[in-house]
């Protein structure tokens, strides 16, 4: 084993100032561990993260991304969380463990790996051992890194935040990766899954995923479509990953009673709707910020006793990163995975 | 007993509409109990309709107001859930006994007496025996008659939808009944409570009803003040009464994980709020429409057995509604009620 | 239509004074609707109170069983809640609309049909049009009429009470009705079911409806063997419908924070369990006595959106009633049905 | 600084093995703090466990006792949670941060201070910083002491496991440490309590806290009593601290959907109830083991915003344990504490 690695970083924010550079391996201080990585996956987030700061104060050199799954390969002192070998996850949020997020009211933390705290874009990361969950037994590299991020938002909207039931009608926008994990979960929960998209052919994917109803917002008023396909009673459960005024479009195709899931909108936008719809149903609007360490374990669990597959749309090579960014902006039909060759250090 | 009985109500829209009356008294059919009026509290609510019409297809003669105190001194065939002589108060939304609300997504009920069902200003009304339940008591007359919509709303978002607990914090927007409500209630369940209001005079006030501080909006940002106050921790749960780009703000006063209720903003405004926050903080807004009547059945089993009283702004005659409408309009601390003269009919 | 019809009942508590005579067809009061009957399924607890009377002040003659689907053939005054030729089936606690039951707890209620309020094995049921809900649109008629007690039994446990997720664990007892519902229902919200009975042939055919695992408790220590297939971890979730001190056995098997129903165990014997593992394992023990009519109506709408189809052990014509009881204590797989012949009455 | 301390601790178990010994004092490793003891609170749990081991695995020397308020003196590297001088008090199952204890259903943890974890009759204690929460700053030492397992048992079981609503019924049984916790909290979360005990003095005392009523178990039946009070409605909330048989009666003396919460009966003894009453009121029976850290923060803040102050039947010095060991038994009312003098150790 050399002591050097590879890693993307960058040296001030912008995409012009992203490189691959040779570094220093790290060494596991107490309670760490040094984990090789098999692959990352990417979120919208991180080409913001990239190109904007998203307005936290970074230290630089400055490695993107959140989503790792990798392979113990050394542990510090005190640090018998994992084995050597154990295949891992990282956490999105590494503090939160379980209950209730905590920090300031004036200035509300967004503490993430990748942002606040290190990167993942590195053939090995060197984290404290709490920052990790063993990886999901069923899944490949590339399926297990989607769960960290994307996964574990669907999980902890519609099963911690909500409480979806049998039966219940679900409704996700479009089909990026959040998206598609809740029309998954959704449905093996037992709900009935409605797709909003504008796309007929990512419509024809996701009703092969399990979906119930697909519809075209581009041909229709996709609102007044949900009002015909549930005779006027509307949906339970919405993930809303639009914002804006498209909130209150989502409370108009609101149930009573219903519930929405305002997820990842963090341009700092503003998000609308009309208050007599929102008092009138007596609906829901919960701000989702991911999840805790122990709904990630839950998460891992019920993907392997269900067998779900998460849906990745494209791999690249470590070495693609920007071809990987570039893609994200091309409306994905699930996740974009950064997979590491084996050797690659070598090459 | 005459057989006629006089009764505000308006034979189209608008307060030149309104007149007092001369009519029938109505003859209890199946299930039905006739009730002599003792008092009807007023709400803003009233008032928009009575000028506004508040888009429901009202039926003329159209009778205003939901909230009244009286008294059964009649019974149709089958009618057992009342005795002569048993003192009741109206439930705001007849039909919804319990747990959820039902009814169409594409248009929300606003199914409630003195608007969709008929109204209260009147020497007798005559409902199903099911739109009523046992009145408070403790109350006089006139405290009594307040529990129906306003005592019900605070009640049902801090202790149905919401989950207070002794020790969090609450904080309520002005001094009108809701507000007060929720002052009085929370503080009774062990909360420490925040009131907002642009008059010290007002705030004093309610300092001495049990808030434990006062922010004057006008002399400070209230904001701010509430971040001051709490560490920059925030509020645990609020009751928003203003709605519009409002709701922003208190979502920068919310704590993390807190909970926002919006209440009845119904002139179909938009409220919006910046969604980075409301993710962030995972903060929850639920919207609220009064509540069920198994909730107002808790309300008065709790105010007889905390000995709570509800703040009385002014009370009026049964012919002086006019200028109990005009009184609403200048921000009373706590209720308008109308009460009626034992003998009113005889004058 | 002639006026008379068949009915099943007794002048006095014991299956010998159980007779099918004929008597004269209702006619529907105000609010009330006449149905036809086309199946009846039967409980333990039908064969009990025809044998015992459990407890209850029975007024004669007493009609056995409560769970009942017919078709609407009239309707009184005011009974618009259904039309006729619609098809329906019985709530079993009629009163009991949602939320919260009420009740004395010095003698609490055992208000159902086929009880305090009258059964149903008559040609035609005269109720009020309230004790009914839509049947499902997707049963036949003998599984449609399981839905009113056991199914709604199992799914008040384990989503009304309980909140079963995706990925956790169920255990049911038996393969009786509410244990079949239990499991089919459990794996449809992406649960991993446990069986337990002391057929291997019975565990085979659970497997095929879904289970994970099937545990021979007359071959096996069943708790020993659950701590085994969960790497003594447990199981999350317990239909426990054996009762006495097997109640403690099910403390045993289940994990840390889990939850145990307690179904039906109305002969007024005694439960038990040890206290410290109680404690320990901050588990939650639920008495379960069947459920609300909401929680019904979101029953039929789950079996209907899911496809799931009631296992039915065996079906008998309306005259074998007796060799239908009979069967009730042979360890049915699922549930026991009358079925009536279209034209029954004429033969 | 002397580095001698003085500690109670057995070499064995046995109330004849327990002495106080000179022994070394800890310096505090990377991440621990070192404090220097000001009280110790005693449960009966304490007694049990120096006469009988409760089964558990202890390793010899061993210190009883868990609840201990202090001072911290010194701070191992990395050690930053608390600053030199901060009085904080300890949480008695350390691992337990929020949400759900994790573990072996076959045998299920019991992992408190003084137990497999180490104990604090010690002049100093040295743990990890996660071990410990900032004390109330409104108490004084005795008081603070209290809140780590008595308060905290009776905060989590009814505002975490339970919701008690104003206006609901609480009952508690007899004038443990456990029981005026729960009488105290319940009445400031507006709550109706009911104390049962078998001492008029110690019912006269409960209601000068704010019980509304008093049971006297010897002179009456208490359950019958009970519904007598309550108009056969029963209680909504009871803290069962006895246990066995007396579970069932319990249950009888509960209103229909109450909550029943079984606290620390840990001899391994059997609890039983009618199973008949458990179902039909749909009660719901919780084991409670204390609670998580983010609880216990949220009852020191309750503590000091409430202005509520623990009951303390008797404070001991430092060299008193086996007399105060001995009041244990003689039905106290309220909590017994070891109080340190400031010099002890030079004395």
């Given at each position: 084993m050399s002591s050097a690695m590879m890693q993307w970083s960058m040296?001030?924010?912008?995409?012009?100032?992203l490189g691959l550079h040779s570094v220093e391996r790290p060494v596991p201080g107490p309670g760490q561990v040094l984990v090789r990585t098999r692959a990352v996956s990417l979120n919208y987030r991180d080409k913001m993260m990239i190109e904007t700061g998203m307005g936290i104060d970074l230290s630089f050199p400055f490695v993107p991304a959140s989503d790792l799954v990798g392979t113990v390969v050394a542990s510090g002192t005190g640090?018998?969380?994992?084995?050597?070998?154990d295949r891992v996850i990282t956490h999105f949020?590494?503090?939160?463990?379980?209950g209730w997020p905590s920090g300031s009211a004036a200035q509300p933390p967004y503490n993430s790996l990748g942002g606040v705290y290190p990167g993942v874009l590195s053939e090995y990361v060197c984290f404290d051992q709490e920052w990790f969950v063993q990886a999901s037994a069923t899944l490949d590299d590339a399926q297990a890194s989607?769960?960290?991020c994307a996964g574990l938002t669907a999980w902890f909207a519609l099963f911690e935040l909500g409480r979806v039931k049998p039966g219940q009608r679900v409704l996700v926008h479009g089909t990026g990766g959040v998206a598609l994990f809740g029309l998954q979960l959704a449905k093996a929960a037992g709900a009935e899954v409605f797709v909003v998209s504008g796309s007929d052919d990512k419509l024809a994917r996701a009703m092969a995923l399990g979906a119930a109803h697909g519809v075209n917002r581009k041909t229709q008023d996709w609102v007044q479509e949900v009002h015909r396909l549930t005779a006027d009673a509307g949906v339970d459960h919405i993930l809303e990953t639009v914002g804006g005024d498209h909130l209150g479009r989502s409370v108009e195709a609101l149930a009573l009673r219903g519930a929405i899931y305002l997820i990842g909108?963090?341009?700092g936008f503003t998000v609308s709707s009309p208050a007599a719809a929102l008092s009138l149903k007596m609906a829901t609007i919960s701000g989702v910020s991911v999840g805790h360490r122990r709904a990630l374990e839950d998460l891992v669990t019920a993907v392997d006793r269900l067998g779900l597959k998460p849906v990745i749309d494209r791999c690249f090579a470590f070495d693609e990163l920007p071809q990987a960014l570039d893609h994200l902006?091309?409306?994905?039909f699930g996740k974009i995975v950064i997979e590491l060759a084996k050797d690659w250090t070598s090459a």
């Open positions: 040296d001030a924010i912008g995409r012009d100032r640090a018998e969380r994992f084995a050597v070998g949020s590494p503090h939160w463990r379980e989607t769960l960290s909108v963090l341009e902006n091309q409306g994905p």
